[in-house]
């Protein structure tokens, strides 16, 4: 489904990360560990294409992603350490400005078909500016459940969680797979899933610094 081979990531002149590879298919969980400044997020932000490829390649399902910005908006879905709501509007407001972007034959009647695997209802029409940052935080996940995407990629998704909101994640991340969907996960905590497939790969922290390589003059000191 989805296979990555030989990720390397350079930024001004350092190597964040080197030789990267896995994949992962239907129904099954990754988890990416690793200690903070080991490229977690930089390795997310790449699988998702917001940043550009420099070297290796990813496929999804045989597809290069590569500047395929239509393939990534059809089947993966990203949820960062923002979380991309709107302060003035309800959290229920936010959720049906998400489901509008959605293709025309994945969208759902959200005043009927919406599952609410967050528990949002309680605090659905209170505008963002007045959540907690727990409740924000199960909004922005909610919107992967309207999406309908086959690959969602969490960078962090338990910050700001409580343990009851951590366990309903889990079991919103387990019924995906089950259905046929796939997760990539950044994050510290365990997040628990007993029902199915998962692994990890763990990052390593890199110090090496290459001469020449994307690198900036004025902060290699060159001046």
Request: proline residues 3%.
């Amino acid at each position: 489904m989805f296979k990555a081979e030989l990720l390397s990531y350079y930024r001004d002149g350092h190597q964040i990360f080197s030789g990267i590879s896995f994949d992962i298919n239907y129904g099954t969980c990754m988890f990416i560990k690793g200690q903070n400044g080991s490229g977690k997020t930089t390795l997310l932000r790449l699988l998702a294409g917001l940043l550009p490829m420099q070297e290796g390649a990813i496929t999804y399902d045989g597809t290069s992603i590569s500047n395929n910005h239509d393939l990534i908006a059809q089947h993966i879905d990203y949820v960062g350490h923002v979380n991309a709501t709107k302060n003035q509007m309800t959290a229920w407001d936010n959720l049906k400005f998400w489901h509008s972007l959605c293709e025309p034959d994945k969208r759902i009647d959200l005043s009927t078909n919406f599952e609410d695997p967050m528990l949002i209802n309680d605090f659905k029409n209170k505008p963002i500016s007045f959540c907690s940052a727990g409740q924000i935080r199960r909004v922005a996940l909610s919107r992967l459940t309207i999406s309908k995407k086959k690959l969602w990629l969490l960078d962090e998704p338990t910050a700001s969680l409580d343990e009851t909101a951590i366990r309903n994640l889990g079991k919103m991340l387990e019924k995906h797979c089950l259905e046929g969907g796939a997760a990539i996960i950044a994050d510290h905590k365990i997040i628990s899933m007993s029902m199915i497939d998962s692994k990890s790969i763990e990052m390593k922290q890199s110090k090496r610094k290459l001469q020449g390589i994307h690198s900036d003059p004025f902060l290699d000191g060159d001046w």
